[in-house]
């Protein structure tokens, strides 16, 4: 069955660092991109990853909002996806999605996998 699933979401203080990965199960991230959407509370979710890496092109992105403070990566064998947070502030609290897309580049506008979502709470 193919699968993302995400991991590492919880509570942190503002100002503190949380690890989130996006597991593929099923296939794995070689030719595809993967990008990270989140969705804060009473809002909509994101229309463009906020994050995002691509083995079909090698390329990254990363929205202003996180620029310097995010930082995706993923393992050698293309079957997790990582996303190192620092500096985490409140306007950080959401519930966030990891999605991927066969043979595209950054960042993602749609895709083909989603994941159900991790809930990251920064407390101020």
């Known amino acids: 069955e193919v699968q993302l699933v995400e991991s590492g979401g919880g509570l942190v203080q503002a100002g503190g660092s949380q690890r989130l990965s996006c597991a593929a199960s099923g296939f794995t991230f070689d030719d595809y991109a993967v990008g990270w959407f989140r969705q804060a509370p009473g809002k909509e979710l994101e229309g463009i990853s906020f994050?995002?890496?691509?083995?079909?092109?090698?390329?990254?992105f990363y929205e202003d909002s996180v620029e310097g403070r995010f930082t995706i990566s993923t393992d050698s064998a293309k079957t997790t996806v990582y996303l190192q947070m620092t500096s985490l502030k409140p306007e950080d609290t959401a519930v966030y999605h990891c999605?991927?897309?066969?043979?595209?580049?950054?960042?993602?506008?749609?895709?083909?996998?989603w994941g159900l979502g991790t809930q990251v709470t920064v407390s101020s």
């Open positions: 994050s995002c890496i691509s083995s079909y092109d090698d390329s990254t």
């Open positions: 999605a991927a897309l066969s043979r595209a580049g950054c960042p993602l506008r749609k895709a083909t996998y």
